[in-house]
C-alpha cells in the first residue's frame, strides 16, 4: 500500500493479557517510530529504529514494553501482562530517516484494557 | 530536554476567516526543525508545514504560514481562509539536528464554524 498500515485498528483486552500491535511502514523508509497517545494529550515517544542500528528504546515506559522489526520492514509491539493505564492510542510513523524526512503516520491501534 | 508548549487546548475560527495557533519550545540547540501536524478525526497525522531553524524565511504551504521567531523560540501556525475541513486537532513538533524522535506539544483542537 501507499502509505503506513497498523493492525488491529482497536483492541479490547483483558488486564494482565498479553498483546501485539502490528506496523507496516512504508516501502523504502529506513526508519520506523512507535508513539503513544493517551486521551486528550499529545504524543509521546516510545522507540525508534532506523536500518540496522541499534533501536533507541528510550521511551518505553517499563519493561513489559517490547519492539521489534524484523527484515527493516514490519514492526511489532508487544506489551506484556496488560494495565489499564496501557489503553491509549499506538501510532506507527515511518520516514527516510533524515532530519528533514517528515514522518507519515498510520491511523493507529486503539487499545483499551479493562 | 526538549520541550514543546501549545497554551491553547482549544480554538475555534469562522469559516473564511484567519486563526493563529501559538507553539513555543525550549532548545539550547542551534540546529533543529520545526513542524505542525493535523490529527483529523480519523486519527492519522499529517503533516501540515515544516521549517529549518537556520532559515529565517517563514515556510509557506498554501493557506497555512508559519511566524517563526527564532530569538522567542515561538513557532505559530496561521490558517487563511479557514475551510470546515481544517476541523482537527494541531500539534507542534520540534526535532533537533542530531535526534530522531520528533517531540510533540499538548496539541490545540481547532473548531471551524459554519
Known amino acids: 500500500g501507499a502509505g503506513v498500515s497498523q493492525s488491529p485498528s482497536n483492541k479490547v483486552t483483558e488486564k494482565g493479557k498479553d498483546v501485539e500491535l502490528r506496523c507496516d511502514p512504508i516501502s523504502g523508509h529506513t526508519a520506523l517510530y512507535w508513539y503513544r497517545q493517551s486521551l486528550g494529550q499529545g504524543l509521546e515517544f516510545l522507540i525508534y529504529f532506523q536500518g540496522n542500528s541499534a533501536p533507541d528504546k528510550s521511551g518505553l515506559p517499563s519493561d513489559r514494553f517490547s519492539a521489534e522489526r524484523t527484515g527493516g520492514s514490519v514492526s511489532t509491539l508487544t506489551i506484556q501482562r496488560t494495565q489499564q493505564e496501557d489503553s491509549a492510542v499506538y501510532l506507527c510513523?515511518?520516514?527516510?530517516?533524515?532530519?528533514?524526512?517528515?514522518?507519515?503516520f498510520g491511523n493507529g491501534t486503539r487499545l483499551t484494557v479493562t | 530536554a526538549q520541550t514543546v508548549t501549545q497554551s491553547q487546548p482549544e480554538m475555534s475560527v469562522q469559516e473564511a476567516e484567519t486563526v493563529t495557533l501559538s507553539c513555543t519550545y525550549d532548545?539550547?540547540?542551534?540546529?533543529?526543525?520545526l513542524f505542525w501536524y493535523k490529527q483529523p478525526p480519523s486519527r492519522q497525522m499529517i503533516l501540515v508545514i515544516r521549517q529549518e531553524a537556520y532559515k529565517q524565511q517563514n515556510a509557506t504551504e498554501n493557506r497555512f504560514s508559519v511566524n517563526f521567531q527564532k530569538a522567542a523560540k515561538s513557532f505559530s501556525l496561521k490558517i487563511s481562509d479557514s475551510q470546515l475541513g481544517d476541523a482537527a486537532m494541531y500539534f507542534c513538533a520540534y526535532k533537533n539536528g542530531s535526534a530522531r524522535q520528533l517531540t510533540f506539544g499538548s496539541g490545540t483542537q481547532l473548531t471551524v464554524l459554519p
Open positions: 532548545t539550547s540547540e542551534s540546529d533543529y526543525y
Open positions: 510513523a515511518s520516514s527516510y530517516g533524515t532530519p528533514l524526512s517528515p514522518l507519515h
